[in-house]
């Protein structure tokens, strides 16, 4: 049964992936919708949010290049945006239904990767969430200055935090022969 999910998975995956008509690709997104009835709601916000700025750099780029070459515009910026929400909708539909670990248990190295992938999301959300509390608690009054200031120091802790996980990670999995 876990083989016909994931058999499943790549068949559809690389069937949307070879679409290139609209209208078939707008069909997709509407019956997405219709198996995932109940969930549509949450499911478009998550789509939206991740493919957002994606999706924007992607269009504005093509927009000044339509700008200086006479290229066809709306019609790419349909297809592609399309295809990106298409994509990203049924992997988030997927897997909500799958359970992912599960999914990629069939690789020791996948499994391995994944677990990493998941002990650091959860830390950095526990960390993320530790810092609103803290801000909301010592707070009273919110002010722009000091609230960009707090924006800023968390962004830089983030980043100073990505970047020394993802060193420790790196070594650690040289030491276990991934590279």
């Known amino acids: 049964m876990k083989n016909l999910y994931r058999v499943s998975f790549a068949i559809i995956l690389l069937a949307l992936l070879w679409l290139r008509d609209i209208r078939v ?3 997709g997104v509407v019956l997405l919708w ?3 009835c109940k969930d549509i709601i949450k499911l478009n916000k998550r789509v939206v949010k991740s493919i957002f700025l994606f999706n924007m750099s992607i269009t504005l780029g093509y927009v000044i290049l339509s700008f200086f ?6 019609s790419f910026i349909v297809y592609i945006n399309l295809k990106v929400y298409l994509l990203t909708y049924f992997v988030f539909w997927f897997f909500a239904k799958a359970d992912v670990v599960d999914f990629f248990s069939f690789s020791k190295d996948l499994s391995y990767l994944l677990s990493i992938s998941l002990s650091q999301i959860v830390s950095y959300k526990k ?5 609103r509390l803290a801000y909301k608690a010592r707070v009273i009054k919110k002010l722009r200055q000091r609230e960009k200031g707090f924006i800023g ?4 802790f ?4 990505a970047l020394k996980d993802a060193k420790e ?4 999995m040289k030491a276990r022969g991934f590279f």
């Open 25 to 27: 690709m707008f069909i």
């Open 34 to 36: 219709i198996i995932s």
């Open 69 to 74: 070459k006479d290229v066809p515009l709306v």
């Open 127 to 131: 960390t993320y969430e530790d810092f």
């Open 153 to 156: 120091r968390v962004f830089d």
């Open 158 to 161: 983030f980043l100073q935090k």
């Open 169 to 172: 990670r790196s070594l650690a």
